[in-house]
Structure formats: structure tokens, C-alpha cells
């Protein structure tokens, strides 16, 4: 079956693939106190990064195990802080004197001193670490620990460490530390944005974005781009080793989480497999066996006893080692630096079997203590002592990241199990306002509130309907909440960027049902009053009295219809009367009664009742036979 084109370069994150004993030297101390009858052991006080700082246990006359430096919580030796939030389990305070671990606080151990372990799932190898910061000082066998022990634990829950703070590409906040876009990546989960995309150059980084089959990140990680075609007949390690067939990276061997390495030209060896250097094992490192042969080994058998074939287990060779014969009565020669073994001498050959809990790569582990960066694998001795043991299935391995989903268990394999395998929960969101890329940071798959989803452009009368109002054209936005996918449905109206889309005539108004120009009743042509509505011009000539009634109907002024206009009755004069005002006994809004030519005239208008006119001049009716050439003013109901 051919692998994905272009998926992530790197190996499974954490300890997975590398050796064994290189993982758990990161996080453990190798030194073992021999002196226990002068108090408790002072470690190498280690602080870590973002948990509180460590400070060694005071003891009198105890030797002093160098600490180790650790980014999440503190290291080894003596007591350190708790990581910030615990995470990840078991890596916090380090292994001292052994002896037994104690639930909280320090644990008391056999030889004396306290080991402070960290704030995650019990520690690592001494006891955990108090919330209080003061606790883990334990009593040991020649004197009392000093009171600082167990450092600080960190707050809130658990936190995802993928880099250091303070380093390029690295950015910390409430839910932990991830490569920022452009960074170096082993895995998605290493990435703020849950993208570790392969790059032209082979190489893995940060993206931006979720690139599809045929494309690979920039290799500064903010954009996706066309994939070039692979040299054909090249090899790459893709978590599985790939061969580039035809111009396509296509699956060679599925190297099943052990890691690939071209030097070795394909993938790691398993625990057993015949191997000659540490850098061909995927698990443990490369020992000789007590059968004469070197296989990948996963247990620390110490310098009296070898490997066995199967990888797993310790045996005694055929030849004793320089150094390691003993007599039962002279056990001598056979101390190993363990605290967990028992130092015994059978037939002559010192022997160092596992007494409490596990001794894994060389470290002394807890009864039940997590794998570092594996939740899913511990040590239980009653099933292995010297090496990792996979937990029940459905035991919760929630690693605090929301990308990959809440219900993370384990599958009684030693796999931590996601709702989103692929650590992006946003994928295949729909809606104006999802994204497709997850964000811890986020924890959501919206997009920003007020990120602007959708536009449009709305018509209407700004100004109202006053004669002569604009119609105006303005942009329209609709944003996201931040809280849905959907695009909000309430338009925010730029109004200040309004535009004239149609200007309208003196007697034309803004319509608003229809955002268009109409002509209105009082607009420049026509005067409104009480509920009437009067030309404000005279007809263009003078009419007999029926072809002034007519010439009225016909009117469709101010968009009434043809019908609406009529020949005014003397009543409906009387109502406007009103002055004078100058010459005239009408509104100055009906114009003047005044005839320009001849000079000293004036107008005398038709009514709708038989021979009687209308003169505004003195505001009283006339006479007039119905066939006489009078001037016409027509009335409408508002």
C-alpha cells in the first residue's frame, strides 16, 4: 500500500524511538549514595524551567549525586520542583537513595534521605512533591533530610511541554509550550498549530497550515506550496522508511514506531534483533549477550551478569568478570549503584536482581510509575522488572491537549488512544466561521469574534424623504461571534462609507420600500396643506372650463395617477385663503396672483362650479362664461 505523500518526517515524539536508557538519562540521576548511615543524600538541586525551583535536601555527611538539568520540572539527585502542572508524569524529582516511594510528600527510604518526586503521577522515582512545596523530606537511616525537599508543585492541570522557554520558536502560555510556525517538529503535537508539515528540503517544521497531498510546507512554514517531484530512487525516513518511486514517496518497510535511520538504511531493530552500535536499536540499547552474540537490549544488567538473547532479561555468563567473584559471606564486589537491586552473591558471581519496583535502562523506577512520555506503559514488576509493562486498556492517558480530543485511553497496548488521531480536531469543520486547523491556544474551531464572514451593499434614504433626498449606496458586514461556525446574521452598516447611487429631481423624493427617486406630492411643482395638495403652476395656457377639468384629470404630478388631480371647487379656495400676503390672499407658497405681462393684471382661476372663478387678488369668486380662456390651478387629496 503506498504511505501518504508527504506526511511528517520526524520519529514518534518523546522517548519512542530513542534508546531507552539516552530517555531516561534526561530526566534521572545515575548516581547512587553507598553511605547511608550519615543522614540523608543531598542531590544536585535542578530547576526546572517553568516549574518552582528545587533546593537539595540538607543532609550531614551524605555523598551528593550530581542533578541533572530538566526543561520540565526539576531533575535528579536531590529534591527538585514539581513541573508545572506535572507534566509530563514521573519527570520531576529525581531518583537518590532508593528505598520506598511515598504517596505524597517524601517517601522514607531504606538508605537513608528522601527523594522528592515530581507533581504528576506519583514521581518519578522518590516521592512526589507536595502542593505546599515543603514536604518531601523523609527520615532516612542515619539522620534526618532537610526541609528542602519536594519543591512547589505547579498550578492548574496538566500542561504539554514540546520545547524550552525562552528558545526560538518556542511560545508558553496557560496550556503549555509549543514550537511557533517555522520550528522544528518531530510530531503535530509539537506545534502551536498542530501542523508539522515536510518541507522541499525533506525537512519537518511548524505550518501554518494544513497542506494537502500534493503539497509540502515553505520552509518557513507559513504557506503550503506545490510538492516537487522526489528524486527517484531516494530513500527518506517518514516515521516509516520511504522510497521515492516515479516521482512519489511510497512505503518500504513500516518501521512500527521504532524510528528510522538512513545511516542504517531502514528501520530500527526491536528488543532481541542482532544489532552492532546503540544507533540501530529502536528500543534499549546494543549489549553483548551471555550466549557471545549482541542484540538490542532493554534491561541494565549490570557488570556482572549480560543480556539475555531475547533482549529483555539479564543472565549470568559462562566466565565470571574481573571483579565479580564473591563468596556469601563476602558480597563485597557486587554493589551495582542501584537502590532497587539486592547485591547477592549465587555460585560464586555477584548477581544484582531487581528488589523493588523496576530497573529499566539503567534507572531505578517505581512500582507503578508512567513511562516517561508514554502514560500508557509502567513499571509493574510482578509482570517485568526490567522493562516498561503495558497498562490495562481503558486506562485514561489524558495528555491535557485539546486538539486530539477529551477521551484519551489507552488500548492495552501501550498506545495512549485519541478521538482525533491526527491531533486536529478542527478538521472538516463547516461554516463561514470554522477553521480547519487546530489551535491549543484557542481550543475552539471558530474563527476570531469579529472576523468578517460576509458582505453586501444596502440602498436606501439616508437623509429620509425630503424633496430632493439622495439615494445612497453603503457596505454592509457580517462577522463571526467566536463561538459558532455560522456566520452572525445582524449587519453592521457602513454608513460612513456611504456613496450617492441616484440623485434625485426637485420634485422627486428618496422612496425608501423601494430605495429609488419617485416624485412626491409638495415637492417644488406641488404645495400641501390640510390634507390638499395644489399645483404650484399655472397650466401652461388658458382653458374654457371643461377643457380645464380635463386638463386637470390628465395630470400624474407627484406619481399620482391619472384621475387623482382635479379643477378645484370654491370651497376648496376658501381654505387656502389667508393673508394678504402682498398682492395675494393664498400661501406664498402658490406662487404670485400677479400677471407679469401686462404689468398691473391678475390672474383669475376656473372652479369646478358652473361659470364661478376664483380671484386671489381679493379672495372672492368671479363670474365668467363657461367658455371663457381662464387661467387653471388643479387640486389632490394627500
Partial sequence: MKASQYSILGLSALCLTASLSACSSKYRSDGKDTNPTTGGTSGGSTSGSLGGSSSGGSSSGGSSSA?????????????????????????????????????????????GGTSAGSAGEGGANGGASTTTGTGGGGTGGGGTAGTGGGGTAGTGGTLIIKCTEGEAFCECDDVGCFVTVGGPCTESGDCLTQECGVTQEATNVCCAEDCGAEEVCSADGTTCEIANPCPIGDFRCNGDYE?????????????????????????????????????????????????????CCASSCGVCQMCDDTGTGCATPTTIPDGCEC?????????????????????????????????????????????????????????????WSNVSNGTSCDDGLWCNGDGDLCDGLGTCSHTYPTGNRCAGSTGACAVQTCSESKQNCFRNAGYVCDTDTYTGCLNGSACSS???????????????????????????????????????????????????LGCDTSFCQDGYCWTT??????????????YCGDLTLGGLPAGAWRLPTFEDYERIIEGPNGECYWPVEMGSCEQPDPPGGFYEYWTNESAITFAPWVGTSGFWPPDALLYVRCVATQ
Fill in 67 to 111: 542533578g541533572t538539568t530538566s526543561n520540565v520540572g526539576g531533575g535528579s539527585g536531590g529534591s527538585s520542583s514539581g513541573g508545572v502542572g506535572g507534566t509530563p508524569p514521573n519527570v520531576g524529582g529525581g531518583s537518590s537513595l532508593g528505598g520506598t516511594e511515598a504517596t505524597s510528600g517524601g517517601g522514607t527510604e531504606a538508605a
Fill in 537 to 550: 403652476d399655472n397650466a401652461p395656457t388658458t382653458y374654457a372650463q371643461d377643457p380645464a377639468r380635463a
Fill in 243 to 295: 522510497e521515492c518511486v516515479a516521482g512519489e514517496w511510497e512505503l518500504e518497510d513500516a518501521c512500527d514506531g521504532l524510528g528510522c535511520d538512513l545511516a542504517i538504511g531502514g528501520c530500527k531493530l526491536d528488543t532481541g534483533d542482532a544489532c552492532a552500535n546503540d544507533n540501530e536499536c529502536g528500543v534499549g540499547t546494543c549489549q553483548d549477550t551471555a550466549s557471545g552474540g549482541r542484540v
Fill in 327 to 387: 563468596t556469601p559471606s563476602d558480597t563485597s564486589q557486587c554493589a551495582d549503584a542501584h537502590a532497587c537491586t539486592n547485591d547477592i552473591c549465587v555460585d560464586e558471581s555477584c548477581q544484582n536482581p531487581v528488589a523493588t519496583g523496576c530497573l529499566i535502562a539503567g534507572e531505578c523506577i517505581s512500582e507503578g510509575a508512567r513511562e516517561p512520555g508514554n502514560p500508557c506503559r509502567q513499571c509493574n514488576s510482578a509482570l517485568n522488572t526490567t522493562g
Fill in 470 to 520: 439622495e439615494v445612497w449606496s453603503w457596505p454592509v458586514e457580517y462577522t463571526c461571534s467566536g463561538t459558532s461556525a455560522n456566520c452572525g446574521t445582524t449587519p453592521i452598516e457602513k454608513t460612513g462609507e456611504a456613496v450617492v447611487s441616484e440623485n434625485c429631481g426637485s420634485d422627486e423624493a428618496c422612496y425608501s420600500p423601494t430605495s429609488e427617486c419617485r416624485p412626491k
